[in-house]
């Protein structure tokens, strides 16, 4: 067997700097560390955020709108976040140090916020389990380690997908093909830690204490750098290219620059270098595409390009270095699309929490009284139930409908998450609509529940779940496999952002309607006690922004360009 069967061809390494072996290094036999470190982490996040909003609100004694405008933005954070972690990736340190230098941030912030909740002078005085008084510098010590961990989750959030799809080589279609599984596979992961945190750790948090509901995330946290280090002889580690961003400018600069030539109709007269590999690190050559021709001026050469047989990045650019720029601006409309979804998904660590602590939560005639935030293991469950019905039959049944190697393109898998989402928001609306009949027909105003099981709740979680398959996954896919070589990392960034975004749009429609609603003295859609209010109209809201982005989704999809990648790396 030749050298070049061996070794990959993607640019890999091994841990010592060596081209990577692919028998030795890779593929699955490393994706168990990787994915064992997502599955602590999420644990540990989903462990400590998943009751937040109720921490806020009994803890730090703060009203309900207020609470779940802090929930959101700082979740939001969360996902913003990694746009620092994946320059970092991109341009200096790559992939694993990244994931490992942030994680420290991580467990740190973890350690902080279980202190804050453990010991004494940093945790608030309480009169009784949801009457507490916290002093600014509780609140302010409260904030600090939940910020430090939204920093630590940057580095890890961007990175350990794309870093778990680099141990596949692109160049060899067996591998090629795991890769797409792997995405299945590391999403389930998640959600099997979410659905640990989402039970237990949420029990735990209501019953015990929430010292031991933040310490047993910050253990597992812990256990999570222990399993990523473990594997360190058996990844393949993809070189930094260099600065994304500079990149970027150099191509802007350079065709305003040029703003005044002609791009030749022959576009192989545009400059790029003269070997198979690209010259940007990390990265294979990318074919020219056409649209956004303006950019295209930036690869004119002119006879002022080179200069003592140099040649000026900021004057003359490769057709790569101008592909990777039209790479990213086809990516933005269809990541747009995705902020909607995720304001959507993020109504489950808030209002849907509310909602479940207005309802009967005891199970039968028991004593045993659930926690409205333990309502998100439903969603967890769909997510478990539907990864691999997706995987194992609806990918085979689709490929033989469409001829399509992964059954549905990445593009249709979204679409349909987004359409499955619309029908979340209105099951919600339509429980708060029967809650509240059931309040002004019984005068349940003044009651703490009514009795109407919470587990009327699980259709709105399990819809959820279902789109997340359709659209998280989607989007983790399409994002690394659009992305340019030595972009992935900022690219998987960009997609979390929805994330953020989705927050960030949830908390500021709760302060418009808040505004809006309370006038005059009214108590507003979304009050302290929720049978006064409407978050029916609320949940309407999203499901008619849901409609109206799935709309402006399908005329986007029809118009994307995917990108072609040709030559090998350097």
């Not at 912030?109 to 509780?138: I, N, R």
Request: proline share 3%; glycine share 8%.
């Amino acid at each position: 067997m030749g050298e070049e069967d061996v070794y990959t061809k993607d640019g890999t390494v091994d841990y010592l700097g060596n081209p990577a072996n692919r028998k030795e290094t890779g593929t699955w036999r490393a994706c168990p560390f990787i994915i064992g470190n997502e599955f602590c982490e999420r644990l540990a996040y989903y462990g400590m955020s998943s009751n937040l909003v109720l921490y806020f609100k009994h803890r730090l004694n703060q009203s309900s709108a207020t609470a779940t405008r802090n929930n959101l933005n700082w979740g939001g954070t969360c996902y913003l976040t990694p746009l620092i972690g994946a320059f970092v990736a991109d341009a200096y340190l790559g992939r694993y140090w990244t994931i490992a230098s942030f994680s420290t941030i991580y467990v740190a912030g973890m350690a902080l916020l279980t202190m804050s909740a453990t010991v004494h002078g940093l945790k608030p005085k309480c009169y009784s389990k949801d009457h507490c008084q916290p002093t600014s510098g509780q609140s302010a010590v409260t904030f600090l380690a939940l910020y430090l961990i939204a920093l630590g989750t940057g580095g890890i959030k961007p990175c350990v997908s794309s870093y778990g799809a680099d141990q596949f080589d692109d160049d060899n279609e067996t591998e090629k093909r795991h890769k797409s599984s792997f995405f299945n596979w590391f999403y389930l992961s998640i959600n099997v830690g979410a659905l640990i945190a989402g039970s237990v750790l949420v029990w735990v948090q209501d019953n015990v204490s929430w010292g031991w509901g933040f310490g047993i995330p910050t253990i597992a946290m812990a256990i999570a750098v222990v399993s990523f280090f473990s594997g360190t002889k058996l990844f393949r580690y993809q070189k930094p290219g260099g600065s994304p961003l500079t990149r970027i400018c150099q191509v802007l600069v350079a065709s305003f620059r040029k703003k005044k030539a002609k791009v030749p109709a022959d576009k192989a007269l545009l400059h790029e270098t003269a070997d198979a590999e690209s010259d940007i690190k990390g990265s294979r050559k990318l074919d020219h595409t056409e649209g956004f021709s303006f950019l295209d001026k930036a690869a004119v050469e002119t006879e002022k390009d080179v200069i003592k047989g140099t040649i000026n990045p900021w004057n003359l650019c490769t057709v790569t270095q101008v592909e990777e720029l039209k790479a990213i601006i086809r990516l933005l409309p269809v990541w747009a699309t995705g902020i909607i979804f995720s304001a959507v998904y993020s109504q489950m660590g808030n209002l849907f929490v509310l909602q479940g602590e207005t309802m009967d939560r005891y199970i039968g005639n028991s004593n045993f009284k659930i926690p409205s935030a333990s309502l998100s293991i439903f969603d967890t469950l769909s997510v478990i139930f539907w990864v691999p019905v997706y995987d194992r039959i609806i990918v085979p049944v689709a490929r033989k409908l469409t001829g399509h190697k992964n059954g549905l393109t990445q593009l249709q898998r979204m679409g349909i998450g987004l359409f499955i989402s619309i029908f979340a928001m209105v099951s919600a609306a339509i429980l708060e609509l029967k809650r509240l009949q059931m309040v002004r027909n019984d005068n349940y105003y003044e009651h703490d529940s009514v009795p109407m099981s919470i587990f009327w709740q699980v259709p709105q979680y399990f819809l959820i779940g279902c789109a997340e398959v359709f659209i998280f996954i989607g989007q983790l896919e399409f994002f690394y496999e659009q992305a340019p070589d030595a972009m992935r990392s900022m690219c998987s960034a960009l997609s979390l952002t929805t994330v953020a975004l989705g927050n960030y749009l949830s908390s500021l429609l709760v302060t418009i309607v808040t505004s809006i609603s309370t006038k005059n003295g009214k108590v507003g859609w979304i009050p302290d006690n929720l049978n006064y209010g409407h978050i029916d109209y609320f949940f309407w809201l999203l499901g008619i922004l849901s409609v109206l982005n799935l709309g402006v989704y399908l005329l986007i999809s029809r118009w994307y360009t995917y990108k072609k990648s040709i030559g090998t790396v350097r």
